[in-house]
């Protein structure tokens, strides 16, 4: 008689790249409530730098250092779990391409998004063409750019016109957007993104090659809005999240500065809001992923700015304090069929917010941050820079040196604390 072959279990749940606490205090909550046990597992290249930042103290039980370049590293390093596999996901914006190259060898067991369709989330360039493709009017005007010769300069200025702005198509945080009213700061700030852009690239591990592209200047409001995607393509919506960039508070510069949930914004604009989300969703084919997306309202409508095949940035904080959303757990949720678990009912109001140095130079210290934990609607602070170290704009490659955030379930006291905040932290440069 021959004997029972025991079927896998199918339990582990699977990040690529960098892992945070939080998600795993999701997960263990979600055993819970399931009455079942899931192995938590990490799989990570210690040559790149969310493998040099890796924590091992985490609650882990499986840990796979592989070389991420290498087709049969990764192979074989997927291959003894590959049919225990239940989840497999992504956390981090530059753990994408490393996800990207996982995914061949899983993609047959597990619901995963398409290499293709992360290919046009992680390039700007590849996603504005491809949405051109698909509905000029859901994106602003660009063209890629590869020198400051008079011709391209010429092309530019026909093509696209004044203002604009210059993007590199494979960075974060804003780094080395600029503006441009004029061709002579067209010129001078394209000649200073490509000095910088293959430095800052390796520095911070860019996604894909770095290309650079110019594009249509939006005068409007900045949103942005977390979803999850299922494998037939239904999109289930989180609230949208109002943003507001350095340029609009008097900063000659583009990161997020204060971010703020729940919005003001009209059931008209979030229903069109929505529709171009559809339409941008359906142009690059994701499918079997959250993803964060950033758009503009403009006096013409809707256009996406961005595409990110990830949990938006403070967005798994920040919609669990102010409803009760837990997008971490959604992604696993949603990878397994399970509808995304997204109440309507505000619990508060939270606001954060990403300092840069009013000027560059050392850091030589921070005022403010007595005051703003003496505040009611304190919540955390992170201070990102040591003292002495390089303050630099987000247009010249750098980043935040202190963020904030605030919740309060009363708005007009976060309000309140709010304007607190933004007169007495200040950071001095020297």
Not at 48 to 57: N, P
Not at 59 to 68: A, F, H, K, Q
Not at 243 to 265: A, Q, S
Not at 351 to 375: H, M, P, T, Y
Request: glycine letters at 6%; aromatic letters at 8%; a positive charge.
């Amino acid at each position: 008689m021959s004997g029972k072959i025991t079927k896998p279990l199918k339990n582990i749940i699977l990040f690529v790249g960098n892992i945070h606490e939080g998600i795993l205090n999701s997960i263990r909550e979600f055993e819970n409530s399931e009455n079942k046990k899931f192995r938590l597992a990490v799989i990570f290249d210690p040559k790149t730098k969310s493998g040099k930042e890796m924590k091992l103290d985490h609650e882990l039980d499986i840990v796979i250092s592989c070389d991420m370049n290498s087709e049969d590293n990764i192979k074989k390093a997927i291959l003894p779990y590959k049919d225990e596999l239940l989840v497999a996901t992504v956390r981090s914006e530059r753990d994408v391409p490393y996800f990207q190259k996982i995914i061949p060898f899983i993609k047959d067991i597990v619901k995963v998004p398409s290499v293709r369709s992360l290919d046009y989330a992680i390039s700007k360039f590849k996603l504005r063409k491809r949405l051109m493709s698909y509905d000029s009017d859901i994106t602003p005007d660009f063209m890629a750019v590869g020198d400051t010769e008079k011709s391209t300069l010429d092309k530019i200025e026909k093509k696209i016109g004044f203002p604009l702005i210059i993007k590199p198509s494979g960075l974060a945080n804003s780094a080395l957007i600029t503006s441009c009213s004029n061709r002579e700061e067209l010129e001078a700030n394209l000649s200073n993104t490509f000095e910088k852009i293959k430095n800052i690239y390796k520095k911070v591990e860019g996604r894909g090659k770095y290309e650079v592209i110019v594009e249509q200047f939006l005068n409007g409001e900045m949103y942005s809005v977390d979803i999850c995607v299922t494998d037939k393509g239904r999109i289930h919506f989180l609230p949208f999240v109002r943003e507001i960039i350095g340029d609009e508070v008097g900063f000659n510069d583009f990161f997020t500065y204060k971010t703020l949930i729940p919005t003001k914004i009209c059931a008209i604009d979030i229903k069109s809001g929505k529709s171009i989300v559809k339409k941008a969703i359906r142009a690059i084919d994701l499918k079997n992923s959250v993803a964060h997306i950033d758009m503009m309202k403009t006096k013409d409508g809707w256009k996406i700015i961005e595409i990110a095949a990830r949990i938006g940035a403070f967005r798994r904080k920040i919609y669990k304090l102010s409803y009760g959303i837990d997008q971490s757990l959604n992604d696993i949720l949603n990878k397994l069929s399970k509808k995304p678990l997204i109440p309507k009912k505000i619990l508060g109001h939270s606001a954060v917010f990403s300092f840069f140095a009013q000027e560059e130079g050392r850091l030589d210290r921070i005022e403010g941050i007595n005051k703003a934990r003496k505040l009611k609607s304190f919540f955390t602070i992170n201070t990102k820079k040591k003292i002495g170290e390089k303050c630099l704009f987000a247009k010249n490659g750098g980043t935040s040196v202190l963020t904030v955030k605030l919740f309060n379930k009363n708005k007009k006291a976060l309000n309140k604390d709010v304007k607190i905040l933004e007169e007495y932290v200040k950071i001095h440069t020297k």
